[in-house]
């Protein structure tokens, strides 16, 4: 069964980089994900779909400033030059057989 | 420019029933999968339900099988969730979500609508 781990929090400063890690559970580990960002009293936000090989789909009007890249069995989600905008929880999401759509915990991300 | 557009939620008694609904526009939406994501407070994301783009297959996570049904109305762009037996726990805020050009990742979500379960 697809497991998708993310740490609880992140935090990192304005103008800075940061980089939020999604882990698949063993077995999965070759398997694509989605990022999304979800901002408070806001519907999600689709950010990019990102493959095992670290090519990555991203939704219009993404940023330059977030980019995706794998290694093994982690996803990770990069944001650089961090807004203040940018302060938002942020999930990993992927599908299993059934089907049945997995989410990551999420990782609360906060701009300092 | 691609929208989703939730409503129907509000406050129901346990045990109650009610059903939310979604309407999309700015795409070809017969072909396109929809599903259905909720958040309780305080809580993260976890998906409820899909339907294909015909309509012709229907998925449950396990903790809503057997008590919602979803469906879709494609003349009319709107998919629905039709929720029986409700519980406290079922409590959130109910996305719809739309598959992008890869099945199961979607690519658009709408703002959401509260269902609130409660005596």
């Known amino acids: 069964q697809l497991v998708l781990t993310q740490s609880p929090s992140a935090s990192a400063s304005l103008g800075a980089s940061v980089k939020l890690t999604c882990t698949l559970s063993?077995?999965?580990?070759?398997?694509?994900i989605a990022w999304h960002q979800h901002q408070p009293e806001r519907g999600p936000r689709y950010l990019m779909k990102l493959n095992s090989d670290g090519s990555h789909i991203k939704g219009g009007g993404i940023p330059d400033r977030f980019s995706g890249s794998s290694s093994g069995a982690e996803r990770y989600l990069t944001i650089s030059d961090l807004q203040s905008e940018d302060e938002a929880d942020y999930y990993c999401q992927s599908w299993d057989t059934g089907p049945q759509v997995i989410f990551g915990g999420g990782t609360k991300l906060t701009v300092l | 420019e691609v929208q989703l557009l939730e409503s129907g939620g509000g406050l129901v008694q346990p045990g109650g029933s009610l059903t939310v609904s979604c309407t999309g526009s700015?795409?070809?939406?017969?072909?396109?999968?929809m599903s259905w994501v909720r958040q309780a407070p305080g809580k993260g994301l976890e998906w409820v339900s899909g339907?294909?783009?015909?309509?012709?297959?229907?998925h449950y996570a396990d903790s809503v099988k057997g008590r919602f049904t979803v469906s879709r109305d494609n003349s009319k762009n709107m998919v629905y969730l039709q929720m029986n037996g409700l519980r406290a726990d079922d409590t959130a805020v109910y996305y719809c979500?739309?598959?992008?050009?890869?099945?199961?990742?979607?690519?658009?979500w709408g703002r959401g609508t509260l269902v609130h379960v409660s005596s």
């Open positions: 063993s077995a999965h580990t070759y398997d694509a």
């Open positions: 339907v294909s783009a015909n309509g012709n297959w229907t």
């Open positions: 700015g795409f070809i939406f017969n072909n396109y999968g």
């Open positions: 979500a739309k598959d992008g050009p890869y099945l199961w990742y979607f690519d658009y």
